[in-house]
């Protein structure tokens, strides 16, 4: 069983930076994509990037050419390097993990995640 521990959030202001990691722990095995997720109150849950064991990458629009998304060497920690934030950035941050391929359509389905870390939350003051 994976378990997922984000760590890494706070508080922060507009233009500011941030990285969030996510250790796993368990038989990581099976897993072949990774992906951070965030939800702000009273929004809908979005990708905001994932990453294949093929190494292959996708973000969301909204956070191009600002977020990163990586791995360390012995792919047990995920990190998210957060640059230029805005306030609009402000939300809980979730790193999650599936046996699905394909970091594209991922980003787009957060339903296919089957193991979801407890969350950190990240706040962008103007």
Not at 28 to 35: A, L, V, Y
Not at 80 to 95: H, I, Q, R, W
């Amino acid at each position: 069983q994976v378990r997922l521990a984000e760590s890494g959030g706070g508080s922060v202001p507009s233009g500011g930076s941030l990285r969030l990691s996510c250790l796993l722990s368990g038989y990581t095995g099976d897993i072949n994509s990774m992906g951070w997720f965030r939800q702000a109150p009273g929004k809908e849950r979005e990708g905001v990037a994932t990453v294949g064991r093929d190494a292959k990458f996708s973000y969301a629009d909204s956070v191009k050419d600002r977020f990163a998304i990586s791995q360390s060497a012995a792919k047990n920690t995920l990190y998210l390097e957060m640059n230029s934030l805005k306030p609009e950035d402000t939300a809980m941050y979730y790193c999650a993990a599936t046996t699905a391929a394909g970091a594209e359509w991922l980003l787009r389905h957060a339903e296919v995640f089957d193991t979801w870390g407890q969350g950190t939350q990240v706040t962008v003051f103007p």
